[in-house]
């Protein structure tokens, strides 16, 4: 067995082991659970929601999108994430923590009584996240397959059976600590890995300027129209303080401050991860593998032709880490919008074994439907799922901030913004229409803002008991 393969058995097993270790307390409590008990502090959290959004597509996927679309684009998303994070922190963090709710679903359903936020908010999470978890699965397989000589589709088999076990078995509280390692990992691997090509290739601005000269699309602005530009940076920014593994986390902090400092430290960190990679890996690999068919791979490329097996073994685990830290918590957000947001008071009638058994099979039945689709996977990584999260920030992001510093925000005007930003979206993303891609979110989000605006001064005010405790989220 090869160094490579030991070193990712050893990881795989720890994230198992751990798995293991926090099943009991997950089983004791819904709020153990899905929030961890509420008692995550910052460090830990702030390393969690990190890794939670480092995904696969953060290693692999954002060196493809670089590698293929240009660093401009790239870039451009990585800012709006990077713009999220605060948006997030100021304006939902505190409010939102201080509801201490389980789940996006229960604020928007309180907000906005019916059955559009009851039904159609947990089902565009369900939907999102499952194409969010192909993707994911993608990496896992081709980072085995290029780095180990797995066959593709035993790769993508292995790691689903194993981030599944983790997540049905222990949920927020195993997904919480194996993402802290994760995201340690991932920080270590990949600094480590620009460090170590700024040794042999030199200063990151003169490899840079050598790698646009051979290949100059990957520093033009020019190849991508500017309302796709405008339209990914609008996606991810409006996408960060909205999205349920990131929403879930903050209802994981031990109070509102702590939510609040957690999201930006993560975002400092996130900031080094995407830079190191984008700015220092990328312009080597363009150099060393130029002409790559699936640009998704130059990260594995780099890795396979520069480095020991030992290292190779550590960046396969960095990789897995970014898979399976985001797709733990995927897999969580989509459980829980299952068992507690669609079938919750269902399951309150039969009892608390049902919902136990229930709780630990939809992680499976999630995890196995994607890890199907994935044996077809996407070309590229980071717009195949970008695509899919468009429809919660087109969705979600309007009528959470409304509702959470709105006033006059009532059900008509919260339920028509859900709505018609997920109806503009859809329509515009799968209707063939002739405009530039990731642009659809822009009308989105326009037409589910004039639907807040036009319902709620339609519609009744809100109920006394809502507008009442809004109030009380913002105290002091």
């Given amino acids: 067995m090869s160094v490579e393969a030991i070193l990712v058995g050893v ?31 910052v460090a830990a959290n702030a390393m969690a929601i990190m890794a939670s959004l480092a995904s696969g597509g953060s290693i692999i996927g954002v060196m493809g999108l670089a590698y293929k679309s240009g660093i401009p684009f790239t870039l451009a998303l990585f800012a709006g994430a990077i713009l999220g994070f605060p948006l997030a922190a100021v304006l939902v963090a505190a409010p939102l923590r201080r509801f201490e709710s389980i789940t996006i679903s229960d604020f928007l359903t309180f907000r906005y009584p019916g059955a559009v936020a009851r039904w159609c908010v947990p089902l565009f999470i369900l939907f999102s996240f499952t194409v969010y978890i192909v993707a ?45 390692v994760q995201g340690t990992l991932m920080l270590l691997v990949v600094l480590g890995t620009a460090a170590a090509l700024t040794y042999d290739q030199g200063a990151p601005l003169a490899v840079l300027d050598r790698a646009t000269e051979a290949a100059p ?23 960060i303080p909205v999205i349920p593994h990131i929403v879930m986390r903050v209802f994981t902090a031990k109070d509102a401050e702590g939510a609040r400092v957690s999201l930006n430290l993560a975002m400092i960190l996130y900031s080094i991860l995407i830079l190191a990679a984008v700015l220092i890996i990328v312009p080597v690999g ?60 269902f399951l309150a009638r039969k009892g608390e074994r049902v919902r136990r058994l229930t709780t630990a099979a939809v992680p ?44 006059k925000a009532n059900r008509i005007g919260g339920s028509a913004s859900i709505l018609v930003g997920a109806v503009v979206y859809l329509a515009l993303e799968l209707g063939g229409f002739a405009i530039p891609k990731f642009s659809p979110v822009l009308f989105a989000l326009a037409a589910s803002a004039g639907a807040m605006a036009l319902g709620s001064a339609l519609g009744k005010p809100p109920a006394p008991e809502i507008s009442l405790r809004i109030e009380r989220l913002h105290a002091n």
Wanted: with cysteine; hydrophobic share 55%.
């Fill in 11 to 41: 990881y795989l097993a720890s994230c198992t082991g751990i798995g293991v270790y926090f099943a009991r307390r997950g089983a004791d409590s819904e709020s153990e659970y899905w929030v961890a008990g509420r008692s995550i502090g």
């Fill in 136 to 180: 994911q699965m993608k990496a896992a397989g081709i980072t085995a397959q290029v780095l180990l000589g797995m066959e593709y589709k035993t790769a993508v088999t292995a790691s689903t059976l194993v981030f599944v076990a983790y997540v049905s078995l222990g949920g927020m509280l195993a997904v919480t600590w194996t993402d802290v």
């Fill in 217 to 239: 699309k990957l520093g033009e602005m020019t190849q991508t129209p500017i309302a796709s530009l405008l339209g990914i940076f609008t996606l991810w920014a409006a996408a």
């Fill in 286 to 345: 363009i150099l060393l593998h130029p002409g790559l068919q699936d640009a998704d791979q130059v990260f594995l490329k780099v890795m396979q032709g520069q480095f020991p097996p030992f290292v190779r073994g550590l960046g396969i685990a960095a990789v897995l880490a970014a898979v399976m830290s985001t797709t733990d918590a995927l897999l969580l957000a989509c459980s829980a919008a299952v068992t507690h947001d669609l079938l919750g008071p």
């Fill in 364 to 407: 499976w039945a999630i995890g196995l439907f994607a890890m199907a689709c994935a044996y077809h996977p996407p070309k590229l990584i980071t717009t195949f799922y970008s695509s899919a999260i468009g429809l919660l920030s087109a969705s979600l992001f309007v009528p959470l901030l409304a509702g959470l510093w709105w006033k």
